[in-house]
């Protein structure tokens, strides 16, 4: 039996890592493709953690970002024969589950406007919305800001912001452009400073 594939890694091999898991990742979904369930399941083992995240994280609530999660995955299976690879799996996963958080965001009915939300009396906050959002005592007063964000623009900022993915990352999960992103992303960071009268 052949050892470890990094046992003679240097030892900062993390993008050779990543590498591979998106190697690993796209090997899992032909087979699952195939229909081989177990594969499958390795693979929503696998990313299912960090898609919950994301999806708690645009839709405020677990139950919803569960369920969000789980209807990814089902149109996923449903959809493996078109994954072709041209990007990673996780990346086409990112980008189904973004679109099922926003469709449940745009049915939402808007509760607020950032005109009716008026002056937040944020003014012993010191950080910004994304250190904020570490703390326990403003996280709902920084989920009460996002919901006065249009869905993409609350996508890209979750995206970019609290998740740290790239510009690219962003425009393909979501389905636009970079230049879309980037404008998004700084209409929301505008929109949370008038919100939250943080942003530093």
């Known amino acids: 039996m052949a050892g470890p594939r990094t046992q003679n890694a240097p030892p900062d091999s993390r993008a050779d890592t990543a590498d591979a898991a998106d190697a690993d990742d796209a090997l899992l979904a032909v087979r699952a493709a195939e229909g081989d ?3 499958f399941a390795v693979l929503v083992q696998r990313h299912a953690p ?3 995240r994301l999806a708690t994280s645009l839709l405020g609530t677990g139950a919803e970002a569960e369920d969000a999660v789980q209807d990814a995955f089902l ?3 449903r959809r493996l024969p078109e994954f072709q690879g041209r990007s990673a799996f996780g990346t086409w996963m990112y980008r189904i589950v973004t679109n099922r958080c926003l469709n449940v965001l745009r049915s939402r ?3 607020a406007t950032l005109e009716a939300a008026g002056d937040v009396a ?3 906050y010191t950080t910004s919305p994304a250190r904020i959002a570490e703390g326990r005592d403003a996280v709902r007063e920084l989920r ?3 919901d ?7 996508a ?3 995206l970019r912001e609290l998740d740290g993915r790239s510009y690219e990352f962003v425009a393909d999960a979501v389905g636009i452009s970079q230049e879309a992103v980037r404008a998004r992303v700084f209409r929301a960071r505008r929109s949370l400073t008038q919100a939250l009268g943080a942003w530093r």
């Open 144 to 146: 009460d800001a996002l």
């Open 37 to 39: 369930e177990d594969a």
């Open 75 to 77: 149109s996923a299976w």
């Open 148 to 154: 006065l964000l249009s869905a993409e623009q609350r």
């Open 156 to 158: 890209c900022w979750v």
């Open 122 to 124: 944020a003014a012993e």
């Open 50 to 52: 960090a898609l919950i």
């Open 109 to 111: 009915r808007p509760v």
